[in-house]
């Protein structure tokens, strides 16, 4: 496993590039979850970050993450044919 510098647009860590462990294809995962502590103004939340593709250098993909201002973190699943659907509710 090695760690890349990703650059984060958007959202809480606009502009930052965090080291992100890479798996064995060097990409990055598909999500960035942040877990927000609750305060006294506001409840606990995650915030959603989503990888993108960033260009090439030579053979190698770049990648950067996006600000999800939905917070959607379930959508990131992974989607087989025999997979079902999740139940609304």
Do not use: C
């Not at 060097?26 to 606990?44: F, N, R």
């Amino acid at each position: 496993m090695n760690r890349d510098p990703i650059p984060f647009l958007g959202g809480p860590l606009d502009g930052r590039t965090l080291d992100v462990l890479t798996g064995p294809t060097g990409h990055p995962p598909k999500l960035y979850k942040i877990p927000v502590p609750a305060t006294e103004d506001s409840p606990a939340t995650t915030v959603v970050y989503r990888r993108v593709a960033a260009g090439r250098r030579g053979i190698r993909q770049l990648w950067r993450y996006e600000y999800d201002a939905a917070g959607n973190a379930e959508t990131g699943r992974l989607k087989w044919p025999w997979s079902k659907p999740r139940p609304n509710g």
